[in-house]
């Protein structure tokens, strides 16, 4: 299956941490990357493979994965990261690639 | 400066056509699995199709195929989708996203263009 399931809203206080998470079937046999949007704005790629982030993206950003769950957590939270954000995975039964619904985080 | 600008957009009626194009610079466009994404008002990201970097490979979502067509001219860096028979679910603004670490992982994205089909 390429369903992606996330938590559509989660909230942080200023400076804690939060854990979103994404699950499915496909990510029991490939990482989750995970996309930042704001408003009005085109996605940003933060997190990709085992635990990489581009050129640019802060250190507070870190995948992990276990079994049918990928999660993206914010280490100390900033007022700027207040976005929404998508995971993303391949199907490679159907050579699709599926995004999750987004969890729409914000920054208390 | 790497960059993608989308063009092409604009309000279509119901069972109208409209191609999309996606200019690259900065980059080896070449060597980049490339993607159509949209984003219906107000909803979240969907895929919609891929095509490798040699063009060798092609995917759709169910919801566009048959309709789309994925292409691409790695001597001019430019991506395109061919929309046909268009419908009102098809409104979207459309991304194309370009992949360099692996096939789904898109790292450049360009700012969209909107297509509203709508009588």
């Known amino acids: 299956s390429s369903e992606l399931t996330q938590d559509p809203a989660v909230s942080v206080a200023l400076g804690q941490t939060v854990r979103i998470t994404c699950q499915g079937d496909s990510l029991r046999s490939y990482y989750a990357s995970w996309y930042q949007q704001k408003p009005g704005q085109a996605p940003v790629l933060v997190i990709y493979?085992?635990?990489n982030r581009p050129s640019g993206i802060p250190d507070r950003f870190s995948g992990s994965s276990s079994g049918n769950t990928a999660s993206l957590t914010i280490t100390g939270a900033q007022a700027e990261d207040e976005a929404d954000y998508y995971c993303n995975s391949r199907d490679s039964s159907a050579n699709h690639v599926a995004f999750g619904g987004g969890t729409k985080l914000t920054v208390l | 400066e790497v960059q993608l600008v989308e063009s092409g957009g604009g309000l279509v009626q119901p069972g109208g056509s409209l191609r999309l194009s996606c200019a690259a610079s900065g980059f080896t466009f070449s060597s980049y699995w490339m993607h159509w994404v949209r984003q219906a008002p107000g909803k979240g990201l969907v895929w919609v199709s891929h095509i490798y970097s040699d063009g060798s490979s092609t995917g759709y979502a169910d919801s566009v195929k048959g309709r789309f067509t994925i292409s691409r001219d790695n001597a001019n860096n430019t991506l395109h989708l061919q929309m046909n028979s268009l419908r009102a679910e098809d409104t979207a603004v459309y991304y194309c996203a370009a992949a360099a670490y692996s096939y789904y992982y898109m790292d450049v994205w360009g700012k969209g263009t909107t297509v509203t089909v709508s009588s």
């Open positions: 493979g085992k635990n």
